[in-house]
């Protein structure tokens, strides 16, 4: 089926995530989806196959038809099929009954002749799925098979694959790519969304490259790796003054640390973080960058190895050990980890402070906030419930609440969403505390604060670690190809 | 902020009506007036001192009940369980009371040792609930209903088995002690002003806990959201715990209360449903402190004033629990809309 976008543009309030894309993808190609983190390419893969609607204006042609997608379920009605980097499945459930889901119509579904089609369909692809067997004990990868014959069977022509070669192994991603190929010599038009050069360059025939929500340009087989990684990631850097560390004394040490999540296994990094120091990590979400920023702070309890902190053993110590040696953690979500909807600022300082006594000297408590409100510059009052601040002033607050003294603060995406002044605000705070002595180890998606506010940078991909590289030495270009997996000499992919 | 809270008290006075409305509605297609129904009710709670002492009988169990359970839903947690922990607290006052009967220590000793024992059998069941929650990730609502049915069990076992009157067992409860062991009622009424005042003092350590204290601002902390409180170096299941066991002690007072105020043994139904109905109120008043002795009084003047309705009208008594529950549901119905529409402004 030929799929054809028109000028499709979604704002989320103010922010475009959308701007005016145009795309002709031909029936029987693999067409490449490429782009950062927010590039937008989830919102036009939403759009496509009906979880979201685009901004009117915009047309979805398939065929020469324009067609109005306004669910899911009008989606495979019209053959457009998604399958989510999440499989939208139901674990507790058997593979068979899974597969039935979808299916309009009957009360009493004919499960016979539905299990000879499933049968048949794996066997099609040459698949090995039990169908009596439970969702949940499947791995990802036969998940991902479970949900492309289903959607087949359902009779998708278009195939939307987010991201789906994160956490499967390399046998399961050599028969996905052996099964894309087969089903579009078939026909079937396949829409692969990546961050991943290597696997767009293998697969696809056609990349195009979203950035900032444009559609910033659109190439062929063969590839030039450097030409993909410039679309991707801009050009233009602008590096401003630096302010490099004095070397102080190490606070964390990591030895051979392993770590694990349903996804990724990172295996024995070594790292060593001065009194002062910034750290970086760079990498696409979910590379392993989360999981490592959270052991740190004993919120993931490694598998192996040992977590020092100014040279005392905490490995395996929950958060509050590690909080009580000066150890603060701000997550991304502010309000759902960071922040207690429904309280004041003032209760925030209250609760940040050690009790004094049984009561709570309210007066106190208001001068504190006022005191606070003040310093950090936060436009709300003492008495603001924290969820109707805006998402800079709520970061600003989260900063407000770190104890002192510190000794290594973890933050992940300090500033994202938020306005210039925000973040020039919010680095000098924290580099401030640098100043007295805190470290700092932040993730973020943004290259150029990686580059401009670490010392060094941690690339992470697919659970690999880069070694730790110096930030002034450091291009975007570098960081960018990293990113997307290539140039990892000697570390090769990880055969999860 | 004056604005938002009249729209607020338009809403409450708003379900009140409806709620109203819909049980006339009911009381008309039966072919009762409703008119003739709510005076009834009115005057067989109000109409006399007798009468209200009655009232006051009710609304001490349902106030310390209401105030055990403003600590656990300020943690985010629905304590269904404490219909059970005013069993068990009214089973832990019988036995201190049969443990020290012929001790020949002074009654007002025994009395308050008794009492205090309701109020760690409570909390100890709460405690149950709340390591099930904890330890065992047994959602305490489920928890919480299956320790009802062991701790009502318990009581027809204790009444029926070991605690059993001399000669026949019945349903009518073990020996009563002699009346020296009770708290002293007021002449020819049924109300202890002992009981009263446990019960005022109840509400207010539970206002103070809550509004002014470190304690009280970490378990709304851990209520509102689990993840951050942690983070903020809050040890947030030590606090669900302390929550479990404030609701715990304050539904055995009020069982303990049923037993050396009221009846002055074990019966089967000791706990006479307080516990549900402290749901509601906790529920209507939506856990502001304040609210909870108008609003106790309120539900309890229902239940009391309704015992005269099969009487007078042939109509039955569950009516003041229909009323109760239909009100409960229209104030969280307005509570809902209104959201809704504040949501859209």
Known sequence: MNVELRNIHKHFGNVYANKGINLNVPSGTIQGILGENGAGKSTLMKILSGFIQADPGGEIILDGTPTVIQSPADAIHVGIGMLHQDPLDFPPMRVLDNFLLGQSGGLFPNRNAVAQDFKRLAGQFDFSLDPDNYVDALTVGERQQLEIIRLLWLGARVLILDEPTTGISASQKAKLFDTLKKLAGQGMTIIFVSHKLEDVENLCHRVAVLRAGELVGETQTPYVTANLVEMMFGKEITLGERQPAKAGEIVLALKDVSLEDVRLRIKNVNLEVRSGEVIGLAGMEGSGQDLFIRSCAGLVRPVGGRILLKGRDLTGKSYHPFKREGVNFLPAARLEEGLVPGLTLTDHFILAEEPRGLFIDHAAGQKLADERIKSFNIRGAPLTPVESLSGGNQQRAELALLQSPLSLVLLEHPTRGLDIESVIYIWGKLKERCGQGASIIFISSDLEEILQYSDRVLVFFNGEVSDPMDASKTSVEQLGQLIGGKGWAGKGEADV | MFKKQLISLLYQIGALLLAFGVVSLILLSVGASPWDAYRNMFTGSFGSMRKFAEVLVAFVPLLLVTAGLLATFSSGLWNIGVEGQVVLGAIATTWVYRFFLDSGLPPALIITLAILGGMVG?????????????????????GGLGLNFVATALTIYLIFGPWKRPGVASMSGTVPFPDEFSLPQLAALRISPWALGISLVGIVVIYFLLQGTY?????????????AA?????????????SFLVCGALAGAAGAMQVAAVYHRLIPSISSGYGYLGLMVAMLINYRAVWAVPVALFFAGLNIGSIQLPILMKLDSSLSGVLQGVLVLFVLLAAGVRQKFSKKA
Do not use: C, D, H
């Open chain 2, 230 to 242: 942690y983070l903020l170096g809050i040890p947030t299941w030590q606090y669900s715990m302390y």
């Open chain 2, 215 to 227: 304690f009280g601002l970490r378990l709304k902390a851990v209520g509102k959201n689990f993840r």
């Open chain 2, 122 to 142: 409570g909390a100890i069941w709460a405690a149950l609930a709340g390591v099930l929650k904890v330890f065992g990730g047994v959602n305490e609502i489920f």
